[in-house]
Structures are given as structure tokens and as C-alpha cells.
């Protein structure tokens, strides 16, 4: 079975820093596509991060320069660490991952909801302006 737990959320002033992790266990790990995902109060849930089973990252506009993704298939870990975070940012944070996808020009590593097959219950973040 696959369990995804995030951790890290809380409460942070803008300008700040956060680091969210999602422990994965069920599947395997190391070759799965993972991603980070985020929903606001009343609005539908968007992409932020994603990467393949190497290094290979996407990220929503909104988050490029700011956040980064990271793994360590070691450890069956994901990580978003978030700087410069803005009242914007506040929402929901959820871990998701899926089987790899192949094209004919490779692999796609995909940054929306339905790419993804399975999800965590989330972790709140909170940024006051």
C-alpha cells in the first residue's frame, strides 16, 4: 500500500523559510515520479514542484526561484524547501507520486493533478504578511 506522509507545515511571517518533507513507503520508491502540490481556501489544487526519478525538476511559475525540490531515494524522502515565502503561498501542501511515464521523446515528468495517482493528507502552511 502506498502511504505518503508530509511533515513541516506551520506558521511563518513573509520573507521567511519552510521545509516540507513527505516520507513515502509501499511502492518503488526510487524510480516513482513525485511531486508537491498545494490548495488554497476556495481555489482548485495547483502544481509546485515536481521531479523525476534522477533530477530532472518542473516547477509552477510561481514557485521558480524560490523553492526547490529535492529527493533522497535513499532515504524515501521528498523535500520542498521554500524561501521568500509570500502571503500568497499560504495553502495546503501535498505530497503526491505516480509510476513513471514514457513518451517517444522520453520520459514526462508531469506538474498536474492528474498526473498524479496518489496523494498525502497534507500539511498546512500558513504565511502572515
Known amino acids: 500500500e502506498v502511504q505518503l506522509v508530509e511533515s513541516g507545515g506551520g506558521s511563518v511571517q513573509a520573507g521567511g523559510s519552510l521545509r516540507l518533507s513527505c516520507a513515502a513507503s509501499?511502492?518503488?520508491?526510487?524510480?516513482?515520479?513525485m511531486a508537491w502540490f498545494r490548495q488554497a481556501p476556495g481555489k482548485e489544487r495547483e502544481g509546485v514542484a515536481a521531479i523525476d526519478d534522477d533530477t530532472t525538476t518542473r516547477y509552477a511559475d510561481s514557485a521558480k526561484g524560490r523553492f526547490t525540490v529535492s529527493r533522497d531515494n535513499a532515504k524515501n524522502t521528498l523535500s520542498l524547501q521554500m524561501n521568500s515565502l509570500k502571503a500568497e503561498d499560504t495553502a495546503m501542501y501535498y505530497c503526491a507520486t505516480t509510476f513513471p511515464v514514457f513518451r517517444p521523446r522520453g520520459r514526462w515528468l508531469g506538474i498536474q493533478v492528474r498526473d498524479y495517482k496518489y496523494w498525502g493528507q497534507g500539511t498546512q502552511v500558513t504565511v502572515s504578511s
Open positions: 509501499g511502492y518503488p520508491y526510487s524510480i516513482y515520479s
